[in-house]
T-cell receptor, first 112, second 117 residues
């Protein structure tokens, strides 16, 4: 069975500093990996995905993620955090049949 | 483009009552999903439709939950009878591509927050 682990419930960074939100996964076969963001009182929004190709994928709002096959990780990164990036972030892995499994989320707080 | 529409936004019921949620996906999206998101957890897939056929309902508690997607467009999710542990946000999502395609990403509705008292 596939699974996703987000080891940090909470990540706190200062505005302007780089941020990393960690994700590791387990899946049979080649992984399809996604990051979604959930702002308060709003639905989940797609940020970026890795299907194949370059290990560094770029997404919305200046976010990027690095796929590392040997470490089975897909960490979300941003070079310079904004207060408006504060939200709940979910990593997800999808199998060939289209079933997505989500992590339990990481709350990112960016302080001015 | 219009997003995924869900209603109602909130619902409060007593245990053993029944409740239904409605979802209208983005026009043209063949795949529709219902997720359950319990507070502090990630979304958990309940059921996946491809057009009006069920692709995966392995995690749907079929003794109390049912879902249908007539005509391959909008969908309803029903709980009868509800239990306290069903309190959660029920999310509907849709996608344009078929699973595994490069354009596969999920578009989520705002969800229905269910409280079972």
């Amino acid at each position: 069975a596939q699974s996703v682990a987000q080891p940090e419930d909470q990540v706190n960074v200062a505005e302007g500093n780089p941020l990393t939100v960690k994700c590791t996964y387990s899946v049979s076969g080649n992984p399809y990996l996604f990051w979604y963001v959930q702002y308060p009182n709003r639905g989940l929004q797609f940020l970026l995905k890795y299907i194949t190709g370059d290990n560094l994928v770029k997404g919305s709002y200046g976010f990027e993620a690095e796929f590392n096959k040997s470490q089975t990780s897909f960490h979300l990164k941003k070079p310079s955090a904004l207060v408006s990036d504060s939200a709940l972030y979910f990593c997800a892995v999808r199998d060939r049949a289209g079933k997505s499994t989500f992590g339990d989320g990481t709350t990112l707080t960016v302080k001015p | 483009e219009a997003g995924v529409a869900q209603s109602p936004r909130y619902k409060i019921i007593e245990k053993r009552q029944s409740v239904a949620f409605w979802c209208n996906p983005i026009s043209g999206h063949a795949t529709l999903y219902w997720y359950q998101q319990i507070l502090g957890q990630g979304p958990k897939l309940l059921i996946q439709f491809q057009n009006n056929g069920v692709v995966d309902d392995s995690q749907l508690p079929k003794d109390r939950f049912s879902a249908e997607r007539l005509k391959g467009v909008d969908s309803t999710l029903k709980i009868q009878p509800a239990k306290l542990e069903d309190s959660a946000v029920y999310l509907c999502a849709s996608s344009l591509g078929t699973p595994g395609q490069d354009n596969e990403k999920l578009f989520f509705g705002s969800g229905t927050q269910l409280s079972v008292l």
